[in-house]
């Protein structure tokens, strides 16, 4: 799979948290069909067993990795779709490798070293978020983390760089630069660059996620990664920032035409 993430442009799309298995296997069932029309481009499922950084204690994080890990099980053999998810401690690796085809580092945690090692160990693909505070030639360290465990298989992706206070920026040299120094598939992460963090629920601008994800890709950027749902509204994680599932499919053709015109 990772010659495939080399050689081709794909899409990261799914909830941000999964929330149930009803809701979880409509978004991936609609992702499924979606990705009919592209026969090109690959299609990774995306979800989260746990979200162990929401900012308020109160805050919905999923149903943990048993059950989550049940729900991501049910996705694939219903859809035959790759999967990703994040761990957030080093002992979660090995359970998720069962389940998942890409392990995923978040962003807050990209310099834990012990995380991105038992990640590594696993032989999965590893998927390290750039954080928020960190410059884009610096993620050369996390990479070679991964490759001190003879893993070469990695994915960095782009997610925004804190700007003051409650407000990212994406710098696009920044994904031009990982992509000469680190040689390996780029993704931009689209919704979640456009959150606006802060408080108990962070906002978000999600209007500009079209027009953001199409500069990407017109730069060449290998992966596009989009939080989405059927009522974003509704959603118990990251509603303000993720997209719906009709929006989602209406802008797609337009915005894959840009990596077909890069």
């Keep these: 799979m990772y010659n495939k993430l080399k050689q081709s442009h794909f899409i990261i799309a799914g909830p941000c948290v999964i929330e149930n298995e009803l809701i979880t296997l409509t978004i991936a069932e609609r992702i499924s069909k979606i990705r009919e029309n592209f026969n090109d481009i690959l299609f990774i499922f995306k979800a989260s067993f746990d979200k162990a950084n929401r900012s308020s204690v109160y805050s919905f994080r999923g149903l943990g990795m048993e059950k989550g890990l049940n729900v991501l099980k049910k996705v694939k053999q219903t859809f035959n779709l790759p999967l990703i998810t994040d761990i957030h401690l080093p002992q979660q690796a090995d359970m ?10 978040p962003a807050l945690l990209s310099r834990q070293t012990d995380l991105i090692v038992a990640a590594a160990k696993t032989g999965k693909i590893i998927n390290i978020k750039k954080g928020q505070f960190t410059a884009p030639w610096d993620m050369k360290n996390a990479v070679e983390k991964v490759k001190a465990q003879k893993n070469e298989q990695i994915i960095v992706t782009e997610r925004g760089t804190c700007f003051g ?26 919704t979640h660059s456009m ?29 596009l990664f989009f939080e989405v749902h059927a009522k974003p509204e509704e959603a118990l994680s990251d509603a303000s920032s993720m997209l719906d599932l009709k929006t989602f499919e209406q802008n797609l053709p337009n915005i894959i035409r840009h990596w077909q015109i890069e």
């Design 195 to 223: 959150q606006l963090p802060g408080g108990k629920v962070s906002g978000g601008t999600p209007k500009y996620a079209s027009s953001m994800a199409k500069a990407a890709a017109a730069m060449g950027i290998d992966g």
């Design 165 to 190: 206070y409650n407000n990212l920026v994406v710098d696009f040299r920044g994904m031009l630069i990982m992509k000469e120094e680190i040689r390996c598939p780029i993704v931009f992460d689209v």
């Design 96 to 105: 998720v490798k069962e389940v998942v085809d890409i392990i995923q580092i």
